[in-house]
């Protein structure tokens, strides 16, 4: 008897985490390839905008660096919104904030008003990467968040597969109603978070209590699992919010994060007008293909 019931409880602990990572993991991953490419298509849009408005290396580096200023600043106050709100409603605001903004950027024409710009879009989009790892600790147990995270965060190599062709093609094709091919670049590609944010409204459940697809046993066990381990971590420490600031360990974790972020987004903000450098008279779908 004993056994029948350990073999049953398996099978629902199985199929839960089958069932989550299937529904959960792969919207969340086409949201997060669509965040990046809205973060860093300005290296590509650059490729021509930079001569039409003017705009020199060094303000290039301040339109790319405004951009994180705004974003560092609001990480941790939507994400404190995000826990009050639920994921639902506030990852589907985020999306459509930042998509709107995205898209209205392919409309300035000062670097001033880009600057303005990609203020905001830091603060629109700010929520999105931490509101996730947040929102994934809704479903999975600690021993199962790396591998989700993981998994969340292949959108990076998947849009570098497809990000990089996909705007050379803009760039070199699209010149609709007497446009530049890159301000139909920031359109394009800033309207799909607008769609995939009404999408999530639609389709994205807050906490397993609330999920369609899993079965009221597969609900009772994730709740259960997730409950005791919030009830072990609180019998070990309780730490704040502001508390967390007085951590060395969160001190390292952010150095290395800004290490490694400098070095990434050199190359993804960068490397298009290298590449176009050293490829001068080839097609630019075909030298972005870095």
């Known amino acids: ?46 490729l021509t905008m930079n001569a039409e408005l003017g705009i020199t290396s ?20 939507s994400n404190l919104i995000l826990h009050k709100v639920g994921a639902r409603i506030w990852i589907a605001r985020i999306l459509i904030a930042w998509g709107l903004v995205a898209a209205l950027s392919g409309l300035v024409h000062t670097v001033h008003q880009l600057y303005v710009a990609r203020f905001l879009l830091g603060i629109a989009e700010a929520g999105y990467f931490p509101g996730i790892l947040l929102y994934l600790t809704y479903w999975f147990r600690q021993q199962e968040q790396a591998q989700a995270i993981a998994l969340f965060m292949t959108g990076i190599p998947i849009l570098n597969a497809i990000g990089a062709p996909l705007s050379g093609f803009i760039l070199d094709h699209v010149h609709w109603l007497g446009m530049s091919s890159w301000r139909w670049l920031l359109i394009l590609e800033g309207l799909p978070a607008v769609i995939f944010g009404v999408l999530t409204y639609f389709l994205l459940s807050n906490r397993p209590a609330e999920a369609k697809f899993l ?27 502001v508390g967390a600031f007085g951590q060395r360990q969160v001190w390292h974790l952010s150095g290395t994060v800004v ?27 075909r030298s972005d293909c870095w």
Do not use: C
């Open 1 to 46: 008897m004993r056994n029948q019931t350990d073999t049953v409880a398996v099978s629902i602990e199985a199929r839960a985490i089958r069932n989550v990572r299937i529904r959960i993991l792969p919207f969340i991953l086409i949201l997060y390839i669509v965040a990046f490419l809205d973060r860093i298509n300005i290296g590509f849009a650059a």
């Open 215 to 241: 079965t009221e046993s597969e609900k009772d066990w994730i709740i259960t699992q997730l409950k005791d381990e919030e009830d072990n971590k609180r019998g070990t420490h309780q730490l704040s919010a």
């Open 58 to 77: 060094q303000q290039f580096g301040f339109l790319v660096g405004v951009f994180f200023i705004s974003y560092s600043l609001f990480e941790i106050p």
């Open 259 to 285: 290490l490694h972020g400098a070095v990434a987004y050199a190359l993804f903000f960068w490397m298009p007008r290298v590449v176009k450098t050293l490829s001068q008279g080839i097609p630019t779908r």
